[in-house]
């Protein structure tokens, strides 16, 4: 029998990560909460809203009914908004079996109060539920297009991450392994804060030196919350740090640097979400960040622009003064 895995939420992202598991010859069934959404993907062939043109495997399979596709696989895969992520592991509880094991690819911290997926996972189904995060630089139309691509599987668990691989890795798609599940959970969501900052310097007209500078700098304060908050140090310079920094900061695939070039020409921040119509992690995720950077005491001067912008109301080129005219230090700080 192949192996199988369970997918849920037919977003982009879940969309081409089914795709991915189908084409990699594993039983992949593909759950989403709409049914006339679930119905055209059946009908079409193909996530006509999210990924046109990429046509489904035979192999990939479509339910609306989250108790059907809870017990399809003992391997489930999240990819949800952030902000539905406890939600949805609320639902799934009592569905679940003693085989099953959790993973997502959701980036972001729980909306209610900061913390990390993983330790929302834990909240909810008990600690000991064997549990993964897959995060790196991956953008959803590349990978469905069969791409090269390579991402991290962050888990405590061994085995779990040697079984999620093999539904997953190809040649194609590469994937590397990490026990530091804190370390992938904070660059996968904070590097969306600094697409945001990227966005918005390049929408003020700034150049490449500026982006250059942002993204050097937004590493810094990654790995200074994450390093405070129990990663390690080397994680950030991976895929799931500078690497998934470095793709969402420079390229317009990317929804959150497209909402920070938004708000740099000057458009509302309604308008701005509303052109892109898609989630756009980054706005919560810098509340998120700058709430834990101030309790930890960690010192996020990039983030903090981006909160102000977003929360607070500050113009953006303000944001920018405030960075510029900070007390000047050693690099190393």
């Known amino acids: 029998m192949p192996p199988s895995i369970s997918i849920l939420g037919a977003g982009s992202w879940g969309t081409a990560l ?3 598991a189908a084409r990699n010859g594993c039983d992949t069934l593909l759950w989403g909460h709409n049914p006339t959404h679930i119905a055209a993907l059946k009908q079409t062939g193909e996530n006509k809203r999210y990924l046109p043109g990429v046509h489904f495997p035979e192999n990939l399979q479509f339910t609306d009914n989250l108790t059907e596709a809870v017990a399809f696989s003992s391997v489930l895969l999240i990819s ?15 569905m679940l079996s003693a085989s099953s094991r959790i993973a997502w690819a959701t980036k972001g911290f729980d909306c209610q109060d900061g913390a990390l997926l993983s330790e929302v996972a834990a909240q909810v189904l008990g600690a000991n539920i064997e549990s993964a995060a897959l995060s790196g630089p991956t953008f959803a139309q590349e990978v469905a297009a069969d791409l090269p691509t390579a991402l991290t599987i962050a888990s405590t668990s061994e085995s779990f991450a040697a079984q999620l691989s093999e539904r997953l890795h ?7 392994t990490s026990n530091d599940i804190i370390g992938v959970q904070v660059g996968g969501a904070c590097k969306n804060v600094l697409a945001i900052a990227a966005g918005i310097a390049d929408g003020l007209g700034f150049g490449a030196n500026t982006r ?11 790995m200074r919350l994450g390093i405070k908050l129990g990663g390690q ?7 799931a740090g500078l690497g998934d920094l470095i793709l969402t900061c420079t390229d317009n695939q990317s929804r959150n640097r497209r909402f920070g070039l938004a708000l740099g020409q000057g458009k509302d921040q309604k308008y701005a979400l509303s052109e892109i119509n898609q989630e756009v992690e980054g706005v919560s995720a810098a509340r998120e960040a700058h709430r834990l950077s101030q309790k930890y005491g960690v010192e996020m001067p990039i983030t903090e622009q ?3 912008v977003l929360f607070e109301h500050l113009p953006p080129k303000q944001a920018v003064q405030n960075l510029l005219t900070r007390d000047q230090k050693p690099e190393s700080l």
């Open 306 to 308: 981006v909160y102000k």
């Open 170 to 176: 190809n040649q194609r798609f590469r994937i590397y």
């Open 233 to 239: 140090a080397d994680t950030f310079m991976g895929l």
């Open 80 to 94: 949800v908004p952030s902000h539905a992520f406890r939600d949805s592991l609320a639902q799934i509880k009592p």
């Open 212 to 222: 250059a500078a942002l993204i050097t700098r937004g590493l810094t304060e990654i």
């Open 18 to 20: 089914a795709v991915q």
